[in-house]
């Protein structure tokens, strides 16, 4: 089984061929950081052209790559949300196309669902398991019980991981995108203990019940730092410190959420599987830091940890044909006029848990 993953949620224009037993065929990403660098974030009508004006070179491109005429896939999978809603429809359009014209299966993916299914085309790894997502746009903890079957445990109350990254980045003047930039600038702090010292920040949520995020205060903290360092261009030394402090604080804002839900997976969902997993996915699982952080905390507990290849923890093609694939085997295919959708969450009954409080995590 082949199928064709059409990616167009954001500001990467990705196509992939993948098949069922977990090759990847074709994955081509093409970035528009050049075209966004000068906005210092994603413009929603420059990336749905730049989506426009390319998709089709790249799906052209992934088939000859997987040596492959696009009669000769068993389907087409696109994302269709969430996520900036005229780039995910250049893409559905397009993928709904190529079903229709060759007859093939056509498969609506959920672009979280995408993240949350990569390490099981890397690692193969079972259901049950434990899952922070963790990207530009979404910050969550839920159980992926199966296809389709999700429960959230706790979300961000403000804003995205990766959101505070690129913000907070944008703040010590560090190009765009952030958070990779970021990350450089924390390894070159010369003494990591001392700026930790230097620059105090927040840990929100600190000990608290429940599984729920906080970011915004600690990107305030990071504003007042800043503030307060010398007039005129920052220092070099400044910025990788303030990093450095940022990262370590991102670290132990992780380690404290996910220690609780590690303890409610444990008890809930320890009977059900022989190996109990944390696993992350999204763009800022790429983070050094912030993976070996897990791993240290998975380890405490005696649980796998799991983290895709950098190269698939961001948005592209092979995970959007993976999920395909795994939603293909369970006769779970759309028809052609399933509409596009903005907001998408993975698990239906989320907002309803949330009120009633079933989601605590810590007791």
Known sequence: MKILGIETSCDETAASVVDDDGAILSNLVLSQLDEHRAFGGVVPEIAARAHLTHLHTLIKAALEDANLEAYELDGVAATCGPGLIGGVMVGMMAGKAIAAAHDLPFIAVNHLEAHALTPRLTDKVAFPYLLLLVSGGHTQILVAEDIGQYKLWGTTIDDALGECFDKSAKLMGLPYPGGPELERAAAQCAD????????????????????????????????????????????REDVNALAC????????????????????????????????????????????????????????????????????????????????????????????DIAAKPRWPLDQDSELNRKSKSSSCKK
């Open 245 to 336: 402090a940022f990262e370590h604080t991102v670290c132990a804002i992780l380690n404290d959420r996910c220690e609780g839900a590690i303890t409610r997976f444990l008890d809930t969902y320890g009977n059900k599987t022989n190996t109990p997993t944390l696993v992350i996915s999204g763009g800022v699982a790429a983070n050094g830091a912030v993976r070996n952080t897990l791993k240290t905390l998975t380890n405490r507990h005696e649980m796998s940890f799991i983290a895709p290849p950098a190269a698939l923890c961001s948005d592209n093609g092979a995970m959007i044909a993976w999920a395909g694939i795994e939603r293909l085997k369970k006769g779970m295919t759309d028809t052609l």
């Open 192 to 235: 990591p203990a001392a700026a930790i010292k230097r620059f105090p920040l927040p840990v929100p949520l600190k000990g608290r019940a429940g599984c729920d995020f906080s970011f915004s205060g600690l990107k305030t903290a990071v504003r007042t730092h800043v503030d307060k360092l010398p007039k005129g261009a920052l220092r």
